[in-house]
């Protein structure tokens, strides 16, 4: 099994937003060094999170790694330019061997001072906006014919991923427009049900950038020494989702449900959203989980 790891840089009791990504810093070492496959950030902007950029923090990460991949899932595209990201991440990906993903997600904040200070012109909202901005972002990346013209021509190519929680329309999307596709379960509005992966294996249209489906499941969880450590971590984890699709408990507990978890869904990789409050208990469920999975660092 390949695991991955997703960071909301959510902040402790009286933890300094500096401190809290300088831990991420950490962190992303870490895992390159125990074996996770990727690290992937989120786009959140309400004050309990310790940072509001994550393609800045993304490629921080990768320029302190060697091998792991760095991305972020995903980017709030109602919330920028879509000329803007395609540039931000054709850079990155030029720079850092094409070890970059870029996932989109169809959010947005509430908070109308965000808002306001993002977005140019009338507000984008709602599916039809998002959908228009995808196929824009993808044109660029891809290099449609009527699409401007960017440097560095000569990047490596950025694996663009479909963020979903559970509607079939949005693995139907990332088929029709032949993207990677991540299934989240870690959010209360999470629907646990493999169909949706099949409909997009079935509906898949290949392109050059992506000839083959991709997908991978993302589940929120930790892993202690004992179950009783381990449901506490959870119960003090801060600001961090809650779906009832949790992966809480010893190393071995942990191993049986994500591996039942990737037999359900067909998948190679998963990405783990460690819900561990602190630096210390974060670091150590991460070194049981590579323990236990016997995960090796890339050569």
Not at 118 to 123: E, K, L, V
Not at 135 to 141: E, K
Request: aromatic share 6%; proline share 7%.
């Amino acid at each position: 099994m390949q695991l991955g790891l997703l960071d909301f840089c959510a902040l402790g009791k009286r933890q300094s937003p500096v401190e809290r990504v300088f831990e991420t810093v950490q962190l992303v070492q870490d895992a390159e060094a125990l074996g996770y496959s990727r690290y992937w950030l989120s786009e959140h902007h309400e004050l309990s999170y310790a940072h509001h950029s994550p393609e800045l923090l993304a490629a921080i990460l990768a320029g302190g790694t060697e091998r792991i991949r760095v991305g972020v899932a995903g980017m709030l595209l109602l919330l920028h330019s879509p000329m803007r990201v395609a540039k931000s991440f054709r850079l990155m990906s030029a720079l850092y061997g094409g070890r970059v993903d870029l996932g989109m997600g169809s959010g947005t904040s509430a908070d109308a001072a965000v808002l306001s200070g993002m977005r140019q012109g009338a507000p984008a909202t709602g599916p039809e906006e998002y959908l228009q901005r995808v196929q824009q972002l993808l044109a660029l990346m891809r290099g449609g014919e009527s699409s401007p013209v960017f440097n560095p021509l000569d990047a490596a190519p950025c694996p663009l991923w479909i963020l979903g929680t559970g509607t079939p329309t949005t693995p139907a999307l990332a088929a029709r427009l032949g993207t990677c596709f991540g299934l989240s379960l870690s959010f209360n509005r999470s629907r646990d049900d493999p169909s949706l992966l099949s409909v997009y294996r079935n509906e898949f249209r290949p392109t050059r950038e992506q000839p083959q489906p991709q997908c991978i499941v993302s589940v929120a969880g930790v892993c202690a020494e004992t179950q009783e450590e381990a449901l506490r971590l959870a119960e003090a984890a801060p600001e961090n989702p809650r779906s009832g699709f949790e992966v809480v408990g010893t190393p071995a507990h942990c191993h049986e449900k994500l591996e039942a978890l990737r037999h359900r869904y067909g998948v190679d990789e998963l990405i783990f959203l460690n819900m561990a409050p602190d630096q210390e208990s974060r670091r150590r469920s991460l070194q049981l989980l590579a323990e236990e999975l016997r995960l090796t660092p890339s050569p």
